[in-house]
């Protein structure tokens, strides 16, 4: 089991920042991915970025590059979405999640993962 905790949501205004975190404990050792979703309810579980544990490489969905980056620190098992320039369409529960990415996997897809954090709710006024 792996277990996700998620922290940093928050109000904001638009065109400010925010900073999520989401620290991993429990077997870990076969999560190659971190994903970043969000919700909006009644919506579909949106991509929003994933970074791999070795390596680092990132993607992000149209919707938030250039604005959002994603980091990780393998010593802490944490991951980190750095939101900047937030728009009040950027409003939805944000949630990280592990995945094995074995090959072939799609990582923007949510079934691609196995674990999943409660959620931390980021609300940005106009």
């Known amino acids: 089991q792996v277990q996700l905790v998620e922290s940093g949501g928050g109000l904001v205004q638009a065109g400010g920042s925010l900073r999520l975190s989401c620290t991993a404990s429990g077997r870990t050792f076969g999560m190659a991915a971190m994903g970043w979703f969000r919700q909006v309810p009644g919506k579909e579980r949106e991509f929003v970025a994933r970074i791999m544990w070795s390596g680092g490489s990132t993607e992000y969905s149209d919707s938030v590059k250039g604005r959002f980056t994603v980091s990780r620190d393998n010593a802490k098992n944490m991951v980190v979405l750095q939101m900047n320039s937030l728009k009040p369409e950027d409003t939805a529960g944000y949630y990280c999640?592990?995945?094995?990415?074995?090959?072939?996997?799609?990582?923007?897809?949510?079934?691609?993962?196995?674990?999943w954090g409660q959620g931390t709710q980021v609300t940005v006024t106009s």
């Open positions: 999640a592990a995945s094995p990415a074995a090959m072939g996997v799609i990582l923007r897809r949510p079934e691609s993962y196995e674990y």
